[in-house]
């Protein structure tokens, strides 16, 4: 056969959830900051929502907070990545933790009630999903509101039946991450991870693992910081296994 071969460039999804204030949207930021210095990841401006995304992105680098993701919001940007010679593309995903627990509560629902279209979207992202990171605010769960405490564990509960995933490979693309942990001690993070682990139906979630998502502290230390290393074990994990999203998710490996 004449010619020569042409490869398919893989597509990688992750997605990042939790409930509401649960550091996500700052996560994603620092994932795509940590995609470019890693893997020269560049953004595909010609999908409408990597714009968006990149307004938000400029704002963490230079320090600043940002606003929570507001309720019917949905944050992405498409990354062109390469890791020597091989090429490959990276989506990123956010919702408000809002959307996210009415959505948990409708799929529990036994009334049948029309999707909206955030419900709907949702559910698309994440059962398609390469790669499921749960983010959960540690001084939240502990010394948050009662109800800052529930929305974090009834959420973690209620997932992985509400993204219709039942599939024993769920357990092995789902992470679940301490956001914040430069700000709180080490007894703080002991006591978060004992409820986690108190709580049950929630074992999937393996040993929460944690981080800074803050420029400074990804700039400071680069070499040795909690969220580089995170990183760099679900980007291995997830480019070492099926080749692209079409592939069926049994291939992966639970690296917890």
Not at 41 to 61: G, H, K, S, V
């Amino acid at each position: 056969m004449n010619g020569s071969i042409v490869m398919s460039t893989d597509n990688y999804h992750i997605v990042f959830l939790g409930a509401p204030q649960a550091g996500k949207s700052t996560l994603m930021a620092a994932w795509h900051h940590l995609a470019r210095r890693v893997y020269g990841a560049q953004p595909d401006l010609d999908y409408e929502q990597t714009t968006e995304f990149i307004n938000t992105y400029e704002r963490w680098e230079k320090g600043n907070s940002f606003d929570p993701t507001l309720q019917g919001q949905h944050f992405s940007v498409r990354l062109s990545c390469r890791k020597r010679s091989r090429k490959f593309n990276l989506e990123l995903s956010d919702f408000s933790g809002e959307d996210i627990l009415k959505y948990v509560d409708n799929a529990a629902s036994t009334e049948t009630e029309e999707r909206s279209n955030v419900d709907q979207r949702l559910k698309d992202v994440a059962t398609q999903a390469d790669w499921i990171i749960y983010a959960c605010d540690p001084e939240r769960l502990v010394h948050g509101s009662a109800e800052d405490q529930n929305n974090a564990l009834h959420l973690a509960k209620l997932l992985p039946s509400a993204i219709g995933d039942e599939r024993p490979s769920f357990r092995s693309i789902t992470n679940g991450y301490f956001s914040r942990a430069d700000l709180i001690d080490d007894d703080l993070l002991e006591r978060a991870n004992q409820i986690i682990h108190d709580s049950p139906d929630l074992e999937y979630l393996g040993e929460f693992h944690f981080g800074s998502a803050t420029i400074k502290n990804l700039a400071e230390t680069p070499d040795h910081n909690e969220l580089q290393t995170f990183f760099n074990q679900v980007m291995t994990e997830l480019l070492s296994g099926a080749s692209s999203t079409l592939t069926h998710k049994l291939n992966y490996r639970k690296i917890f």
